[in-house]
């Protein structure tokens, strides 16, 4: 008998049976592991960013940003003409210290914008406003 084996079977007799039950639960199957996706969850990253996002990643002035856009300093499409807005693609401004404190603010807006068209649904549909709970800010109050 390998030594493998007999230490095995020196735990198991050591072990009740509820601990036992607990290893067996704890084991994952083949398919559990074959599943297993490695990949880290990254936030979503927006396809485009506004003239707005990237004024508030770099600090610069929408004029500024704007002005690299048509220059092409970043890779950047004019919506509808001459006077509309730019989608800028996000890749350069990835590598900022800031980026994920950005995504995290986009994270949360959208959180916001959700829970204001519940509560908006909600009052639309005579249900009266939706309670959340006491938000962050109130906690400490």
Known sequence: MSELKLREEQIVSLLSEEALRKVDASILSADQINSFDPTPVTPSVPEYLSVRDVSRLTGLVPQVIRR????????????????????????????????????????????????????????WDGEGPVDYGPSKEGANE
């Open 68 to 123: 690299h856009c048509a220059n092409g300093k970043w890779e950047a499409e004019q919506v509808a003409g001459e006077k509309s807005t730019w989608r800028i693609k996000p890749e350069p401004f990835m590598k900022l210290s800031n980026w994920g404190t950005f995504l995290r603010g986009c994270r949360e807006e959208l959180e916001s914008s959700k829970k204001l068209a519940d509560h908006a649904l909600a009052l």
